[in-house]
């Protein structure tokens, strides 16, 4: 993979414009190769896919957004009372051999924990991944499930 990184702020000559002086491109390529910089700078900030929890008939439904993962790069584990969600998004082949401008798109390892409460039946956790989105389902104990309570006269 090739980037090119501008290391001034100055405005480069018309001459050294990737550019040719009809382009649209032209007018955004100082404001993007700024930005270029910053992203692939090592340390940039990792990412978190987008998590939504749910509760349905008495169970939690953990749904998280992880987009261009396989399932077999994801990594489910409970300890203790802890869920942990791990993966890698690996960047697609095509983008290799190209000079990159700009990616908008999050690439790399992904970790989110979560602490579930005392209620969930660990035993009876199960996940699915269909469509980029990932289904953890926390059945409740029953002891925790409401009911209703008959009241003697």
């Known amino acids: ?36 910089q910053r992203s692939t700078q090592p340390g940039s900030e990792s990412w978190k896919p987008a ?26 584990k409970l300890e203790g009372n802890v869920l942990t969600i791990k993966g ?10 190209f000079n990159i401008y700009q990616i908008e798109s999050f690439y790399g390892q992904f970790s989110r924990s979560f602490t579930l409460p005392e209620t969930v ?11 980029g989105v990932l289904t953890v389902t926390l059945p409740q104990k029953p002891e925790v499930k409401p009911r209703s309570i008959r009241v003697n006269a």
């Open 51 to 76: 998590v939504d929890i749910l509760e349905r008939e008495g169970n939690l439904i953990l749904c998280a957004e992880i987009p261009g993962v396989t399932e077999k790069d994801i990594d489910l």
């Open 121 to 131: 039946d660990a035993e009876k956790i199960s996940a699915s991944y269909k469509n």
């Open 88 to 97: 890698e998004k690996k960047q697609s082949p095509q983008a290799q051999g």
């Open 1 to 36: 993979m090739q980037v090119k990184i501008a290391t001034t702020r100055k405005p480069e000559a018309p001459e050294s414009n990737p550019y040719p002086a009809y382009s649209p491109f032209r007018l955004f390529d100082e404001f993007y190769r700024d930005w270029a």
